[in-house]
């Protein structure tokens, strides 16, 4: 798993709101040149998180290939809420 790092500068997830062009090439070259067999989207339950999700889709819509992805929610007390293949 190769994670994406993003930075909260304040608000609800800006990285999410604008820039998101720059992090959506990255997911596709994962996908395309790195050839990743399966990502894994790790998010909080909150729902500025549930974006993550959203750049990954956006993502395989422009690729080549089309990987499965397992999306992995965490509650705010730490413990696993959800772990499934996302619906793409």
């Known amino acids: 798993m190769v994670p994406i790092q993003m930075h909260h500068h304040g608000g609800s997830c800006p990285k999410l709101d ?3 062009e720059v992090y959506i090439e990255k997911i596709k070259i ?7 067999n399966t ?3 790790m998010m909080m339950e909150v729902p500025c998180c549930h974006g993550l999700l959203n ?3 956006l993502a395989m819509i ?3 290939r ?3 992805v397992k999306k992995n929610v965490v509650g ?3 413990n696993i809420q959800i772990e499934e293949w996302a619906k793409m």
């Open 18 to 20: 604008q820039g998101k």
């Open 30 to 36: 994962m996908i395309d040149v790195a050839k990743v």
């Open 39 to 41: 990502i894994s989207v």
């Open 55 to 57: 750049l990954v889709k």
């Open 62 to 64: 422009d690729s080549e």
């Open 66 to 68: 089309v990987v499965p």
């Open 76 to 78: 705010i007390d730490g």
